[in-house]
T-cell receptor, first 112, second 112 residues
């Protein structure tokens, strides 16, 4: 298995909802990442997990809560989001934090 | 600080070669990457080059690195309509803790 998978592909939520994004890889990678990407812009790093421990949090608002239950799985829990949080959320993984990153197809999030 | 720059658009005729350029400022760069993003999709790692290399070739793709001028280029031979996408240049450096520093992306437009 040589890919990063993300579910759901699309998500529409209201500002009072709680939802979760899921990311999975079975390549034995020990670093996993969440990025946010607005249209026609490069991705912005949100969180980095290395060996299942949060190593980087790029000053992301607390309405985004990451979780890494095991070395293959990464979740992003969403609560009380704002319309400006609408974006493509990308997950990536790499063998170690200094290796090349492989991206999933993303979850297109719309906050109403 | 670290900075990566790319021109925003490149238009080429189908069958011609495309050359996408990127400049970077951090001399401690370790790896330089090219990612491709098609509309509505995630980022695909195309190729990368270690900073002690000058050139890397992979089928239709040729990466050239000029360390003196801090200039990176991606040449796509025999450009096809399927090459139409946004191409992001990114660097990872010791100073950035190996996190990716992204260019703004170059949109490659193919003319028939």
């Amino acid at each position: 298995d040589t890919e990063v998978t993300q579910t759901p592909k699309h998500l529409v939520m209201g500002m009072t909802n709680k939802k979760s994004l899921k990311c999975e890889q079975h390549m034995g990678h020990r670093a996993m990442y969440w990025y946010k990407q607005k249209a026609k812009k490069p991705p912005e790093l949100m969180f980095v997990y290395s060996y299942e421990k949060l190593s980087i949090n790029e000053s992301v608002p607390s309405r985004f809560s990451p979780e890494c239950p095991n070395s293959s799985l990464l979740n992003l829990h969403l609560h009380a989001l704002q319309p400006e949080d609408s974006a493509l959320y990308l997950c990536a993984s790499s063998l170690r934090s200094y290796n090349e990153q492989f991206f999933g197809p993303g979850t297109r999030l719309t906050v109403l | 600080g670290e900075d990566v720059e790319q021109s925003l658009f490149l238009s080429v005729r189908e069958g011609d070669s495309s050359v996408i350029n990127c400049t970077y400022t951090d001399s401690s760069s370790t790896y330089l990457y090219w990612y491709k993003q098609e509309p509505g999709a995630g980022l695909q790692l195309l190729t990368y080059i270690f900073s002690n290399m000058d050139m890397k070739q992979d089928q239709r793709l040729t990466v050239l690195l000029n360390k003196k001028d801090k200039h990176l280029s991606l040449r796509i031979a025999d450009t096809q309509t399927g090459d139409s996408a946004i191409y992001f240049c990114a660097e990872s450096t010791r100073d950035s803790n190996y996190q990716l520093i992204w260019g703004a992306g170059t949109k490659l437009i193919i003319k028939p």
